[in-house]
């Protein structure tokens, strides 16, 4: 696997976390368990959202794009 699908998976594991409210015990069990941020932590830092909401943006996946720009308004207004 390449450091590029990783980088994937990652992402996507992260926004169903954080985006998708999945519990991610649920997500450390399946094949491929890498993660953008700590998912144990409650907390969720402004900064890992707006990385994952660029990578998304780069790979022009728009709906992803406009879950997370919400998930960013709800929280900063």
């Known amino acids: 696997m390449t450091d590029q ?5 990652a992402c996507i594991n992260s926004y ?3 985006i998708k409210q999945e519990d991610w015990l649920d ?3 399946e094949e491929h368990n890498y993660f953008a ?3 144990i932590r409650n907390v969720v830092d402004m900064e890992i959202v707006e990385k ?6 780069e ?7 406009i879950e997370i ?3 960013i308004k709800a929280r900063t207004n």
């Open 59 to 65: 790979i022009e996946d728009y709906d992803k794009c």
């Open 52 to 57: 994952l909401l660029f990578y998304f943006t």
């Open 16 to 18: 169903r976390i954080i």
């Open 5 to 9: 699908e990783i980088l994937h998976i």
């Open 37 to 39: 941020h700590n998912p």
């Open 27 to 29: 997500i450390y069990d």
């Open 69 to 71: 720009r919400d998930y």
